[in-house]
């Protein structure tokens, strides 16, 4: 890159350029030219900013001449190239690479085809900082500008700015000069224009200028009315040319008055000139110290005062009816009075008033107004009943209503006047008495508004009276006009006064609270009842308040949103936001508001409905489905646990059953090897029994065991106990309050709760740590049990299981009452427990709550109801019956069952103990081997529920033939056979059952059975 070190341009040579009188583009490019001999790969050009905001080409010697054309007329921004960001930012711009650069993104093309590489921009300013336009240098290589560069760049933009600057302000110059040029043009032309003389005489009351008129007026001595000439000098003339009547012989008097009067002038005064014509003189101080004046030909108005004062009785009369119209409280009676006016000016006999109104369609219709016929020489001064319409029906009769319409003009019918179809019809008819008639239009505002019709003046009807009724015809046209306005404004007050009642009623009885504010100010205006009734304020401590200093709005951006979304679309509809009533109580409101247009201000209609209850109610509903939805998907779960624990029931009755039929086998005919592991099936069996208990306890409402227990007795009796369980490593902590309350529940299922927790904190502190288990009284409130649906509010009993073990995370927590969930290894735990609890504490109306974090330990608290006033009844304790030996017998037994494993499992158990067995797959094949037997059947074992028959339809069947048939139920859903089926001493054991158990049972019945026979 080449660069020059010879001195920078200087002031002088754009001043040269400037002073010879070259056009902007010449100086600029003289100047783009001298800069580009700086440096000989260096490229300038200069862009001018219009009043569009784009940017014109102003200098560019040596840029390609389409590259020109393509960036002329661009219009400025942030991102559109090197210049247009520079003029948009008012900043200089420096891009060293278009290629890569983003401000090039929409240009680059354009640039890179003329080989352009770098364009560094600044802005051209002028004296005010304002942008003119932008000196460019382009380069054919990416670079960045040097010190001489932002040298170089600094004096070319300060000369450009000169430039542009002097040019516009030349051109600002040339077109004020115009201006002037034209004002000055118009003025004297609009002076010239005057009907009125004028003239304007400097401080040293010498002429300046004078119109036409002015020396019209004074034609005798216009030859002296030429600029420089000194008042007093031109008026001495006048008055000794006899121009000016006053002047008559006292002329150098009257110029003294009257140079006095015209250098301190009052006001305005008349003049009579010598040829009798009489002129208004009207002068004024100027600013500069000089005198205005006007002349004014008012000789018609002399002429016309003599007839003015003729009019003073017209004049009183339209006084008087303007004043009977202000005064008059019916304003129909203006037809009337206008009539009567009409009559006594003209002094005519009759007379009548009609109004004309214009239909859409463009017809017209006659209103009849008022008639009056009047008899000259009557006392009274009252119309005539017969002959009062007379008037206006030679008016109809005759058709004049067409000719005013085309004309507007008034009409004269007499002997004098040439109509004489008119004139004829005066002499008979229904007119006869017509002698003159006149018809005057009556129009206001250019619009024909109504007709006068007058008749019989002694004096006649010509056109100078029509004239000189003008004023009243005027007065009468602004009187229909007025009362048709009155009649209009009645009917809108009378509209707007019901519309103002209904929106007061609207407004001050709507249960909706309302408020009318300035939209400006936010200041009240007015409220309704209900507003106050949900804010608990009184009218006095609202009304001039704003909303700010009510604080009705506790988040200020909400009133802001409204204010904003009233401004932008006219109203807001139900908005949801909080508000604060008095005291500061906290209220949820639905908020509408829309802008009421008024002639004074712009005013805001809000509109407030408490939905706090409606709002505690749906989040009251929204808990309680969740918890219905939780409900109803616990019990389908129950459902299937009771289902799948039936059909594995039957499973277990041949694995135990089995198994114990192997152990009564004698040891020597079983290997020793063998009987370890079948007592480890027989564990196995009695583990997976248990499991199918929690199942069925689960999936059914058991009968309820419940009673009054003390909890800390509970505890207390099993400390050892859940010692044990713990083991050495984890510290029980036992606090339990004294006074703890009785409780109501099942005690053995609150025993399983304890100990099902007291498991859990074992395996949640494998390293060792410490138990808290600690009772108290609580009083369980609403909000307490709101997700709790069947508990209620009240006295409680309080017992936590607090551990500092590992904790679980909140995902754990929310599905930690679940059944099947658990966070045990599977050969560990079966997720029923937890599940098990909270089913159990919700029969009794107790609840469960847990808090836990990871680390941070876990805590139950299990919430059970309790009564202070009930004793607690001894509980008697009842020792262990120790197992008695099993033992069987020789009776014939039918074993019934639809499952082939439990039929032949119990059939080879009995046959073990000694009895005959019939074994019945099914009902109908019990029925058919019952009724093959001839001996005695003394017992019938059966399943109850079978497909096709159940049990109690088998033993109905069975004990026709074989009445006192005992019967023992073997069910896997003992608790759902019905009390109908247990009859004579009927039995029921639930699947899966010991050995000994049903050996015990059986041999028990058959036994009782003996001894009832005996």
Partial sequence: MQRSTETLP?????????????????????????????????????????????????????LPEEYVRLTDGALIGPNVGSCGAAAYHNQQVVVTDIETDPLWKDFKDVALRFDLRACWSTPIRSSTGAVLGTFAIYYHEPCAPTEFHEQLIEQAVYLAAIAIEHVKIEEDLHKSEQESSRLRQQLLEAIESLTEGFAIYDAEDRLVMCNSKYMEVYRESADLLVPGQRFEDHIRVSAYRGQVADAIGREEEWVQERVRQHQNPSGSFRQQLGNGRWLMISEHKTAEGGISGVRTDITQQVLYEEKLRRSIHLIESIRTLLSQYISDANPDKVFEDLLHTFLNISESEAGFIVEVQKSEEGTYQLIPRANCFRPVGSETGECEVGLQHAAREFFEQQKLFERIVSSKEALIIDESHDDRPAGDAMQNGAAGCMKSFLVLPVVSQGELTGVAGLANRPAGYDASFVEFLKPLLVTAGTLLTAYRNEVRRQENERALQESEERFSKVFQFNPMGKVILSFNTGRVIDVNESFLKTTLYSREQIIGKTIHELKLFPETGSWDEILHRVHENDMVYEQETPFCINDGIKRIIQCSACMIESADEPLLLLMVKDITEQKQTEELNRQMQVQLQ??????????????????????????????????????????????????????????????????????????????????????????????????????????????????????????????NLVVNARDAMPEGGVLRIQTQNVNVTEKMVADHAECLPGAYTLMSVTDNGCGMAPEIVSHIFEPFFTTKPVTEGTGLGLSTVHRNLAEIGGFITVASEPGGGSEFQVYLPQHQRVNVKDQEETEAVAEEPVTGGSETILVCDDEPTV??????????????????????????????????????CTDFNMPAMNGEQLVRRLTQVRPGLKVIYLSGIAEKIPESAIVNGSKVIQKPTKMGELAHAIRGMLDEGMQQEK
């Avoid at 490019?29 to 569009?52: P, R, V």
């Avoid at 010692?723 to 053995?748: A, H």
Wanted: with cysteine.
């Fill in 10 to 62: 200087e002031i002088r040579l754009i001043l040269e350029l400037i002073s010879k009188g070259n056009s902007l583009t010449d100086t600029l490019t003289t100047l783009i030219e001298y800069l580009e001999s700086k440096s000989n790969d260096m490229f300038c050009s200069i862009l001018l900013l219009d009043e569009e905001g784009r940017l014109r080409n102003g200098a560019a010697p040596h």
């Fill in 903 to 940: 039929l032949s499992t119990v059939s080879a158990l009995l046959e073990r103990l000694g009895y005959t067995v019939i074994r019945a797959l099914g009902p109908e094949e019990a029925i058919k081997a019952a009724a093959r037997q001839e001996q005695q059947i003394s017992l019938l």
């Fill in 630 to 755: 939780h409900s109803q998907k616990m019990k389908a779960i129950g459902q299937l646990a009771a289902g799948v624990a039936h059909e594995f029931n039957n499973i277990l009755v041949g694995i135990n059953l089995n198994a114990d039929l192997l152990l009564l086998t004698p040891e020597h005919e079983i290997p020793e090897g063998f009987r370890e592991p079948l007592r480890d099936i027989q564990k196995s069996g009695e583990r997976a029994a248990e499991l199918v208990k929690q199942l069925l306890a689960f999936g059914r409402k058991k009968a309820a065991n419940t009673a009054w227990f003390d909890v800390n007795t509970l505890i207390s009796s099993h400390q050892k106990m859940m010692q044990r369980i713990l083991g050495k490593s984890v510290t029980l902590s036992l606090n339990l309050c004294p006074d703890t309350g009785l409780v109501w529940g099942d005690e053995g299922e609150i025993e399983q709760a304890l100990m």
